[in-house]
């Protein structure tokens, strides 16, 4: 039995930790927080002094059991969680629940996992930082209450099922602002003039004129004015500039920069880094910090000697400029920079690239170039073009990296030709092309996280899961449009002719962008109306700074929460009493045929239209929106057009043949089946022969392909790609097949390995109880009795159980029978 117990967060952490830690040592995982507040109530003291109830859930106890019975053998148990706000509050529910001696208990923090970080940790040790802990307790109180006491309000007054969170409502806020702006910009045309020139040598260039004409008469004038103008250069200034490296990587910018340059979500990021981090190849990734220590800087300094010359190197350190930066961390870097790639995961060792040519640009020399600035007059007007230009006279350290940027406008400066002043210049061309104003930019995942970090709203382990948690809650969506197109003007003279033509771009993408539902629309105009406060982005970010005071030791958490839920639970139940329902209904105008107002509102089943009132004679007609329309931007017209819905076509077969919008889109309905309409395809637009093409495409997909032991085989693809369906079997196609052309020994050998696969899966099989159970994913077992399904967590070892083991397992999992359903009431003082 190892004399030291140390317990850490991850397996991952555990296994690369266990590699640098002698016999006298065993790693265990507590598998994340093995203590939290209750599923099934609020679990704080609101009446006293706001003391949450922490409870073992019960996918934790047989770790909890495990950890107990390891630490009572151990002479010293080490609590290596990570060094932040939340891997303290896991050290101190560890110490709690397992009852540890604090003689016997050391807690050890480091923020890379090498040997040397190791070593030094364990040489010294602390005790648990209780003010971190009182600031994770804090944020998870707060925002417990607020959620708790919000999504009742919201199942009343907008629709069941709903939540509300701190800071994921802000979030939304900002996202749903944004649209607005979108929606009431008045774009304005405008023609902006670029020209091309050759010089004495016949080598070209662009420039441009630095004003805009607002009409194409005045556009068209000046250009007119240059038919037989001559050029020259009026004035040539070159000046010498530096360009400075970024910052080695916070969280937030790490995220911004995977986003731009690898298409990563936030999410798969944070996913990445942490795989990275436990396999001991970067630095901690959860920091507000841009400090490398002392031994990074002599790493990196020696590194880019070794690989690009003393002349290279140039060794600084940054500010941080986030708001109230927490714990001194160090930034993200590489934990070795002599380790330039790994041969790993691909995205994994994509991002590691990237990490390491942030953190090694950071300490090189400034790039060093030439900028050039052209003006150019003309003979005819007094107008000049101008032309400016850039050359890099030492790369320094753009010779590994270049930040990117979210301006979608961004303009690369290039080289100018070798000119004099006073040289004569040839024009090639000039044109005039109508430009409309942009309305601003949807927020991506990126540009998100840097308005949030900017107002000082959130902290790197909450951006995250603050922006996949308002996706999953339907409240925000990434955009699917790949834009439209747009039609305009280009005058261009050229050789003393003046020509116009119209050509089209495509605008208004939001193609993996953010956009805000209608849900998540109006339950923000009802959260700002009624709770004004806690959507205000200053006190959101006050919040914040008040959590950063806790973990000083300058506030009294408890002290926070009493002055918080003075004013705000009396709020909740105001809200709660009088407050009138919001459904988002807007009035389109008046039904032609019965004369009845026709809306958009939010109904039971989703957004739809309304003709009448309840208050009329007549019960009001109702019609669903499609997937694709908004009740904040449906006109009239698409409104009426959708009481034509379900449209008959015909018949096909003796079957009627219809066309309607359902939940996951348009769709044919013919007898009892039912083809779902191509992307982009309306439901009004369709028509009998479209209909029966696509009946017929889709029958041609599900005829039988080949029988297999009497029973028929079919091909089609699906969201994961190619399969073949036998005996209720969906059975996936690999590249190692030719999917177009499968032959017969083909079909049989994946169903083969499939059945395999199946029987392989089942660990026990109790026929007369009804009772399996089968691997599943990530390493773990499932107990399968009827519907019934129950995860077992990886520590349990699914082939020692029994029959008796098994029973007891689901006995205690089953739901309990309640007589009565109630919605959790909001609690009055």
């Given at each position: 039995m190892a004399k030291n117990l140390v317990i850490v967060e991850s397996p991952a952490k555990a296994k690369t930790i266990e590699k640098f830690l002698g016999k006298d040592f065993k790693v265990e995982s507590s598998f994340g927080h093995i203590a939290d507040l209750p599923s099934s109530e609020l679990g704080v003291d609101v009446d006293g002094d706001f003391k949450p109830k922490y409870e073992v859930s019960k996918d934790k106890k047989a770790v909890v059991k495990k950890l107990k019975d390891l630490a009572k053998n151990a002479d010293m148990v080490w609590l290596a969680s990570d060094e932040d706000r939340e891997g303290e509050a896991i050290a101190w529910h560890l110490a709690e629940t397992l009852k540890l001696d604090k003689e016997k208990t050391k807690r050890i923090v480091f923020h890379e996992i090498t040997k040397s970080a190791i070593q030094k940790a364990i040489e010294n040790p602390r005790g648990i930082d209780y003010d971190l802990v009182d600031a994770q307790q804090a944020r998870r109180v707060l925002d417990r209450i607020v959620g708790y006491e919000l999504s009742p309000v919201l199942w009343r007054k907008v629709k069941g099922g709903l939540s509300a969170g701190r800071v994921q409502s802000v979030s939304v806020r900002l996202i749903v602002e944004r649209e607005r702006e979108i929606q009431e910009f008045k774009q304005e045309a405008s023609y902006r003039i670029d020209a091309e020139f050759s010089n004495e040598e016949g080598k070209t260039f662009k420039a441009k004129l630095p004003k805009t004409f607002e009409t194409k008469e005045e556009a068209h004038k000046f250009l007119e004015s240059n038919t037989s103008a001559s050029f020259k250069v009026a004035e040539l200034e070159k000046k010498p500039a530096k360009k400075s490296p970024a910052a080695p990587f916070t969280t937030s910018t790490l995220q911004q920069e995977a986003s731009r340059k690898l298409y990563f979500s936030v999410s798969k990021t944070m996913t990445m880094a942490q795989r990275l981090y436990e396999a001991g190849l970067i630095t901690y990734m959860r920091t507000d910090s841009v400090n490398l220590s002392d031994e990074a800087?002599?790493?990196?300094?020696?590194?880019?000697?070794?690989?690009?010359?003393?002349?290279?190197?140039?060794?600084?350190?940054?500010?941080?400029?986030?708001?109230?930066?927490?714990?001194?961390?160090?930034?993200?870097?590489?934990?070795?920079?002599?380790?330039?790639?790994?041969d790993i995961d691909r995205d994994q060792a994509r991002l590691y690239d990237l990490i390491w040519k942030r953190a090694i640009a950071s300490q090189m020399s400034e790039a060093e170039m030439e900028r050039t600035n052209v003006k150019i007059s003309a003979s005819t007007h007094k107008e000049t073009f101008t032309a400016n230009g850039e050359v890099i006279t030492f790369e320094g350290f753009l010779k590994v990296y270049l930040?990117?940027?979210?301006?979608?406008?961004?303009?690369?400066?290039?080289?100018?030709?070798?000119?004099?002043?006073?040289?004569?210049?040839?024009?090639?061309?000039?044109?005039?092309?109508?430009?409309?104003?942009?309305?601003?930019?949807?927020?991506?995942?990126?540009?998100?996280?840097?308005?949030?970090?900017?107002?000082?709203?959130?902290?790197?382990?909450?951006?995250?899961?603050?922006?996949?948690?308002?996706?999953?809650?339907?409240?925000?969506?990434?955009?699917?449009?790949?834009?439209?197109?747009?039609?305009?003007?280009?005058?261009t003279l050229k050789?003393?002719?003046?020509?116009?033509?119209?050509?089209?771009?495509?605008?208004?993408?939001?193609?993996?962008?953010?956009?805000?539902?209608?849900?998540?629309?109006?339950?923000?105009?009802?959260?700002?109306?009624?709770?004004?406060?806690?959507?205000?982005?200053?006190?959101?970010?006050?919040?914040?700074?008040?959590?950063?005071?806790?973990?000083?030791?300058?506030?009294?958490?408890?002290?926070?929460?009493?002055?918080?839920?003075?004013?705000?639970h009396p709020q909740v139940e105001n809200v709660q009493e009088n407050a009138e329902r919001e459904s988002g209904e807007r009035i389109l105008g008046t039904d032609p045929k019965s004369g009845k107002q026709v809306s958009v509102r939010l109904g039971k089943f989703g957004p739809m239209v309304q003709i009448g009132t309840p208050d009329d004679e007549d019960k009001p007609q109702f019609a669903s929106l499609s997937p694709d329309q908004q009740l904040n931007t449906i006109s009239y017209d698409d409104a009426m057009a959708l009481f034509e819905l379900p449209k008959k076509l015909g018949v096909y077969k003796g079957e009627e043949v219809e066309v309607n919008n359902g939940r996951f889109g348009p769709y044919v309905k013919f007898g009892d089946k039912f083809v779902s309409l191509p992307a982009g395809v309306e439901a009004l637009s369709i028509e009998l022969d479209d209909a029966l093409a696509l009946i017929k495409e889709k029958q041609e997909a599900d005829a039988p392909i080949y029988t297999y032991k009497n029973l028929p085989v079919q091909k089609g693809k699906g969201r994961f790609g190619p399969f073949i369906k036998w005996n209720n079997m969906f059975i996936n196609v690999n590249k190692k097949y030719n999917w177009d052309d499968l032959s017969d020994s083909d079909i049989e050998e994946l169903i083969e390995d499939k059945i395999q696969k199946e029987k392989d899966k089942v660990v026990h099989n109790w026929k007369e109880e009804g009772i399996q159970v089968e691997k599943a994913r990530w390493g773990r077992h499932t107990i399968i009795k009827g519907k019934t399904k129950i995860e077992l967590p990886k520590t349990v070892d699914a082939v020692k159980l029994t029959l008796e083991e098994v029973k007891g397992i689901i006995e205690k999992n089953a739901p309990k029978k309640k007589a009565t359903s109630k919605k959790v009431p909001v609690k009055k003082k």
């Open positions: 800087r002599n790493g990196a300094k020696a590194e880019i000697e070794s690989a690009y010359g003393s002349k290279f190197s140039k060794p600084r350190n940054y500010t941080g400029k986030s708001k109230g930066a927490q714990e001194a961390h160090e930034a993200i870097r590489p934990t070795d920079f002599a380790t330039h790639s790994v930040e990117g940027t979210d301006d979608e406008d961004t303009e690369q400066e290039g080289m100018l030709p070798a000119m004099k002043t006073g040289e004569v210049l040839i024009n090639n061309y000039i044109t005039a092309t109508e430009r409309y104003s942009r309305p601003p930019y949807r927020y991506t995942e990126a540009s998100l996280v840097k308005q949030l970090e900017e107002l000082g709203i959130g902290r790197p382990s909450t951006y995250a899961p603050t922006i996949s948690t308002i996706q999953n809650r339907n409240y925000v969506e990434k955009g699917s449009v790949e834009g439209v197109e747009r039609h305009y003007v280009q005058l050789n003393g002719h003046l020509k116009e033509k119209e050509l089209s771009e495509k605008v208004g993408s939001d193609k993996g962008k953010l956009v805000p539902t209608d849900i998540g629309m109006i339950v923000t105009d009802f959260l700002v109306n009624h709770f004004e406060n806690i959507l205000d982005y200053n006190f959101t970010a006050k919040v914040e700074e008040d959590f950063d005071d806790i973990a000083e030791g300058k506030v009294d958490w408890s002290k926070m929460m009493k002055d918080f839920y003075k004013d705000f």
